[in-house]
C-alpha cells in the first residue's frame, strides 16, 4: 500500500540531502529494504533528472557471504564495486533490520578482513570523499523493539524525527557553533567516569545538517592524534558486527586506548586490535537533534541525540583529518543529559555545555527550544 510519507521522505534525501542534479547518476544502496520505499526513491531520483541505479542486498545473505570469505574473494567483490562507485555522482543507503544481530557469530577475524578488503576501499576511501552521499535506516518491528514501542508508535518517531525536522533552520543555527569549533584549541569533558582531555587545533569542524545522515544533528571535528589523554565512560548501548556493547570505559595516553573494557572486554579488544589505527580516535562530535532524546542501539539515531556527545575509534574524516587510518570507525556515544548523570564540556577555559544544554552563546541556538518546529 502507497505511504505518503515514503514520498516525502524520499524528496529529502534526493532534492536536499543529495541535491540530485539531471544527468548524475545514483546508486541506491539497500539491505532488506520494502519496494515501495525504493521505489519511491527511484521516482524521486527520475523526477530530479537524475539516472537511477539499484543494488538490493540482504543480511542473512551478508552473513554468509563474510563467514566464509577470504582475503582474495573480497577482493574480487571490492573491484567490482569499486568501479561502480567510481561511475557514481551520489550514493543513497537504506538498511532494514529483520535482525539486528544477523553478524553476531561472525567472527572477528572475518569482520575485520571486511572492513580492511572491502569497506575500506569501496567506502571510507571512494564513497565518502568523492560522492554526494547519505545514509539512513529504515523502520522494522525489529527497530520499534529496540526503542521499547509498538511499530505504529516507532514509525511515527521514525518520520518525525527524519523527514520532519527544519534542517534548514538547523543549519543556520550552527553555523556560529562550527566557527568556534574550527578556532578551538584545547576540550576537557567531565562526566561520571569521564575526564578527558585533548586538543582539537587546527583540525576544523563540519556541521551535519541532513546532507549525509538521516536523521541529523551533530557537529563534529577531530582530536590532534597523540593529544587525548584521559578517560571516558559511555553510557549508552552500542553494537559492532552484531553484538551490542555495554558500559564501555576507555583510558587513553597519548592518543592511545591502552586499556578498554565492557561486557566482553575480550571481543572489545579484538576490535581495537583491527589495526593500529583502530586504537586511536578519528571524531569528535556533539549531537543537537531535538527530537532524539534517548538510545535505541542503533548508531544512526544515537549519535545525535541532544545533550550527547560520540567519541570515536578509528577511521579520520578527509575534512576534519588528523591522520589517523583503520578499517573501524565506531561512533559510541555518551549522554550527558541529568538523567544519564549530567556532564560538562570546556572549550579553552570556557563552558560550552552543562548537564546536556548548551550555555556558551555561540551554541545556544542548537537547544531544543530553538530547534523545535
Known amino acids: 500500500m502507497h505511504d505518503p510519507r515514503h514520498d516525502e521522505l ?11 542534479e539531471a544527468g548524475e547518476k545514483v546508486l541506491i544502496e539497500n539491505y532488506d529494504c520494502p519496494v515501495e520505499f525504493i521505489e519511491a526513491l527511484v521516482n524521486a531520483v527520475y523526477n530530479a533528472g537524475g539516472y537511477p541505479v539499484v543494488e538490493s542486498k540482504y543480511a542473512r ?7 566464509g570469505a577470504s582475503k582474495e574473494s573480497l577482493a574480487i567483490i571490492a573491484d567490482t564495486e569499486l568501479y561502480r562507485m567510481k561511475q557514481m555522482d551520489a550514493f543513497i543507503g537504506v538498511r532494514g533490520y529483520y535482525n539486528a544481530k544477523e553478524m553476531s557469530d561472525v567472527p572477528s577475524e572475518q569482520n575485520a578482513i571486511m572492513g580492511t578488503e572491502w569497506f575500506q576501499p569501496v567506502h571510507m576511501n571512494e564513497r565518502v570523499p568523492n560522492t554526494k552521499w547519505v545514509v539512513l535506516r529504515y523502520p522494522t518491528p525489529q ?8 511499530t505504529e508508535a516507532f514509525e511515527k518517531y521514525y518520520f518525525d524525527v527524519t523527514a520532519g525536522v527544519d534542517y534548514k533552520k538547523m543549519s543556520d543555527n550552527m553555523d556560529p557553533a562550527a566557527e568556534f569549533l574550527r578556532n578551538a584549541d584545547q576540550v576537557h569533558i567531565k562526566g561520571p567516569g569521564t575526564d578527558l582531555t585533548f586538543s582539537i587545533k587546527g583540525i576544523g569542524a563540519v556541521k551535519c545538517d541532513g546532507l549525509r545522515n538521516i536523521p541529523d544533528g551533530e557537529i563534529y571535528s577531530c582530536p590532534i592524534r597523540d593529544s587525548v589523554n584521559g578517560t571516558l565512560r559511555y553510557n549508552t548501548p552500542s553494537s559492532y558486527h552484531g553484538f551490542t556493547f555495554t558500559n564501555v570505559e576507555l583510558r587513553f595516553e597519548n592518543g592511545k586506548i591502552v586499556e578498554a573494557s565492557a561486557n566482553d572486554s575480550k571481543r572489545i579488544n579484538e576490535v581495537f ?6 586504537r586511536y580516535i578519528g571524531e569528535f562530535a556533539l549531537g543537537c537533534n531535538p527530537k532524539v532524546t534517548r538510545p535505541m542501539d542503533e548508531i544512526l539515531f544515537d549519535e545525535k541525540i541532544m545533550g550527547s556527545f560520540h567519541f570515536t575509534p ?19 556515544v555518551c549522554i550527558q543529559t541529568p538523567e544519564y548523570g549530567g556532564g560538562e ?3 579553552d577555559g570556557e563552558l560550552i555545555r552543562k548537564d546536556g544544554l548548551f550555555v556558551h552563546d555561540a551554541f545556544k541556538g542548537l537547544n531544543p527550544d530553538n530547534l523545535v518546529k
Open 10 to 20: 524520499a524528496r529529502l534525501l534526493v532534492n536536499y540531502s543529495t541535491s540530485i
Open 61 to 67: 545473505v551478508m552473513r554468509a557471504l563474510i563467514r
Open 143 to 150: 527497530m520499534a523493539q529496540m526503542s521499547n514501542m509498538s
Open 273 to 278: 586490535d583491527t589495526d593500529e589505527g583502530a
Open 314 to 332: 578509528g577511521n579520520a574524516y578527509d575534512d576534519t583529518d588528523n591522520g589517523n587510518r583503520s578499517a573501524v570507525h565506531w561512533d559510541l
Open 345 to 347: 564540556i570546556w572549550m
